[in-house]
C-alpha cells in the first residue's frame, strides 16, 4: 500500500521522446563602441559580430545593432520582442558602456548625452526594464548577457564639471529575472571588467567558443567561461551569472532527438508510445505481451499496478488508512515540527505515541534510541519545519539560491545548479553535515536542503536515519529521493544489498527524468546487475541521460556509437559527445578523445589536439592520463619530446598507483642522471590536481 500511495503521488511522464519542432530561437546583439560623448570602447563591435556568428551557428535568428543610438535600440527591441513567443528560447547579448546607479543597471545608447547620474533614467535603457518587457511575453528561456562592467564613464565627464560624486558607482549591480531567466555578466557585481586586448573581451571570446561547444547545459557553459576568463585575468575579472531555470537549455545539442536502434528496438519505441498515449492498463498489458522484455517493461509493469491498484474497490481497511492518513497527516507534520533542534527523549516518546507510524516514527525511534545513551544535547536532530504539501519544490525548485550545504552534500546535476554539488564519495561529513544543519536553521521549510542533510548524515554513517529522509523525500514525489534510495540499495547502506529494490528507485527516479537514476539504470542492464544483460536497455537509458548534459553518460554512450552494436555506428556522433563530455572537464572523455585524435583510425588524426585533452585530464589528477601524457613527451607526439617531463609525469603516475610506470622511471633515471630525478621527485610531490566539475 505505501508504494501504491507513492506511485499514485506523480504522473508517470512518457519515457521516449517524440520529434518536437525546431527550436523557435531569437537572439538580440548589440555592440556600442563608438559614443559620441563618452569613452570610445574598442572591441564592443568585434564583440557583438563575434557573438552574432556564434549565436548563429547555434540555431538563433539574430538581431544585430552595432553603434546603436537610442532610437535604433528601440527600434530593434521592438522587432526583437515581435519575435518572442512562449515557445522561444530568446538570448539579449549587450557589449558597451554600462552604468551602476542606485542599485539598477542601466544600458548606454551611443548618442547619449550623459553628464550626471540623473541624466540616466532619460538617456539610456535600465536592464530591469528590459527584463520586464521580456517577461510579459513569457518566452520559454530568457538569457541576458552584459559585457557592460568596465569603469563608469561619468568618471571621464567629471573633470569637464560633473558632480564628484553623484551616486553612480563602478561596474554593475546584482540582478534577478523571473523564473525561466538566467542573467551573466563579465564580472562579479560592483567589479570592473577589461575591454580585452586582443581584439575581443576575453569573457565572450571564451563564451563565443563555447557557445558551439555540444552538449553543455547553460550552467556548465557560464561555469567553463568562468574559469577561462579567471585563468586568463590572473583571478582579476570573475564572470557572475544569476539563473531562475527550470527548464534544460543548450546552445548546441549534442544528441538527435531519438536514438536508432534496431528495428524491433523501434517497434518496441512505437508500441509504447501507443501504449502510453492510451494510459491504460490493457494497453500497457498489450505492450508487455507483445514486448515482456522491452525498453519500457520496467515503467510499463508500474503503470499496471498503479492503474490496476486505482480500480480496487476501497475495502474498509484501505478506506480507514487512506483516511487516517487525510486526517493525520498536517498534525504528524506540526507535531514534528514542534520538536525543537534539541529535541528530548520525551518529547520524541510523546511523537511515537501519538503517531506510532508516523512520518518520522522511525526516525523518532532512533533518535529516542540515541537520546537514552547520553545526553539530549548530542541528539541531532532536524530543525527543519515540513509543510504536509511539500509546496516549495513543486511551485518554487529554486529557493533557497545555492547555499554551502548545496556546495557541501548537493546533488551534481540538480536543478537548482546542475554545475554545483558533489559526488557521495566526495562528501566530507565533518564540514557537510555543519553547513546542513546551519542551512537547515536558516531555511527550514527548504525540502531539497533537507535532503542534503540526508546525504551528509549518510555519508557519516548514520544511514538508517538518512534512509528515512530520503523515504520522505520519495514519498513527496520528489526526484533526487529516488535517486538516493536506489544507491541506498545498490550500495548496502547500512542495509542488506537489493539490486531489484535499488532498480525499483530508479525507475521512479528515471521516469521523473534525473539523470543520475538513469545512468544507474544503464549500469544495471550494461553489466546485467540482478537483470539479463542489455546493450539497447543501456543504450537508451545512457541516451535519456546524454540528452540532458551529463558527462559521464555521453562519456559511455559514445562508446555504443563506436563500436556500433546496440545502436548504429555513428563516429560522428560519438566524437560530439566525448567532445562535450570532455568541456565540462570530464577525465575520461578527456582521455578517451585524445587516444582517439592521435591514433587516427576512428577520427581524423589530430596529435596536437590529442596531447592537450590527455594534458587536462593528468592535470585534473587522472593517474592513466599522467601515464599516457608521459609517453607523449617520451615520444614527442603531439608536443616537443622531452624525456625530463616524460620522467616528471612518470613518477607522478608511479605515485599515483600506475605500477607500469616503475619500469619507465628505472630507465629514465639512470638515463637522465640524479638531477633530473631529484626534479621529478619534486614535481611529482608538490602537484596539485586542478579540480574541474
Known sequence: MQRFFLLLAFLLCTATATLAAKENRVALVIGNGKYSALPHLPNAESDARLMEKALSAAGFKTFPVIDGNRQQMVRA???????????????????????????????????????????????????????????????RIAVFIVDACRNNPL?????????????????????????????????????????????????????????????????????????RVVDETGGEQVP???????????????????????????????????????????????????????????????????LEEAKKPKEEEVATLAVDRSINAAEDLLMWNDIQAAGTAEQYRIYLEKFPEGVFAKLARLRLEDATKGSDETVPAISGRVTANYEEFSENPLYPEITDCDREAGHV?????????????????????????????????????????????????????????????????????????????????????????????????????????????????????????????????????????????????SAYYLDGKAVPKDVAQAEILLTGAAEMGHIYAELRLGDLYIDGSALKQNPAAGAEWIRRAARQGYNEAQFRLATLYLDGIGLKKDPAEALAWFTLAKANGVERAQENVATLSEKLGNKAVKKAEKFASSFQPIAVK
Open 77 to 139: 527591441m521592438r522587432s526583437f520582442a515581435d519575435a518572442l513567443t512562449p515557445e522561444t528560447n530568446a538570448v539579449i547579448y549587450y557589449a558597451g558602456h554600462g552604468i551602476q546607479f542606485a542599485d539598477e543597471n542601466y544600458l548606454i545608447p551611443t548618442d547619449s548625452q550623459l553628464t550626471s547620474s540623473s541624466d540616466l533614467p532619460l538617456e539610456a535603457f535600465s536592464l530591469k526594464m528590459v527584463t520586464e518587457q521580456i517577461e510579459r511575453v513569457r518566452p
Open 413 to 557: 546535476q540538480e536543478i537548482a545548479d546542475p554545475a554545483v554539488g558533489v559526488y557521495f564519495k566526495q562528501i566530507k561529513p565533518e564540514t557537510a553535515v555543519p553547513a546542513c544543519m546551519a542551512a537547515l536553521k536558516q531555511y527550514p521549510d527548504s525540502f531539497r536542503i533537507l535532503m542534503n542533510y540526508g546525504r551528509a548524515i549518510d555519508a557519516a554513517g548514520r544511514n538508517a536515519e538518512a534512509r528515512e529522509i530520503y523515504r520522505t523525500g520519495a514519498a513527496a514525489g520528489f526526484p533526487i529521493a529516488y535517486r538516493s534510495l536506489g544507491d541506498v540499495y545498490r550500495d548496502g547502506r547500512g542495509i542488506e544489498k537489493n539490486l531489484n529494490e535499488a532498480r525499483y528507485w530508479y525507475v521512479l527516479g528515471a521516469a521523473k527524468k534525473n539523470v543520475f537514476a538513469e545512468f544507474n539504470l544503464a549500469l544495471i542492464y550494461e553489466n546485467g546487475l540482478g537483470v539479463s544483460a542489455d546493450p539497447q536497455k543501456a543504450a537508451y537509458w545512457l541516451w535519456r541521460a546524454a540528452k540532458q548534459g551529463f558527462a559521464p553518460a555521453m562519456e559511455k554512450l
Open 240 to 306: 557572475w551569472d544569476n539563473s531562475s531555470l527550470t527548464k534544460d537549455f543548450f546552445f548546441t545539442e549534442a544528441l538527435p532527438e531519438e536514438p536508432k536502434f534496431s528495428a524491433e528496438a523501434t517497434q518496441d519505441a512505437e508500441a509504447w508510445q501507443a501504449a502510453a498515449d492510451e494510459d491504460n492498463a490493457a494497453s500497457y498489458k498489450s505492450y508487455l505481451a507483445t514486448f515482456p522484455q522491452g525498453l519500457f517493461a520496467d515503467i510499463a509493469e508500474m503503470r499496471v499496478e498503479v
Open 155 to 227: 568618471e571621464t565627464n567629471r573633470s569637464a564639471g560633473a558632480a564628484a560624486n553623484d551616486g553612480a558607482t563602478r561596474g554593475l549591480a546584482r540582478a534577478t529575472g523571473p523564473l525561466g531567466t538566467f542573467i551573466a555578466f563579465a564580472t562579479a557585481p560592483g567589479k570592473v571588467a577589461t575591454d580585452g586586448t586582443k581584439g575581443n573581451s576575453p569573457f565572450t571570446k571564451a563564451l563565443a567558443e563555447l557557445i558551439t561547444a555540444p552538449g553543455l547545459p547553460i550552467e556548465q557553459v557560464f561555469k567553463r567561461v568562468r574559469e
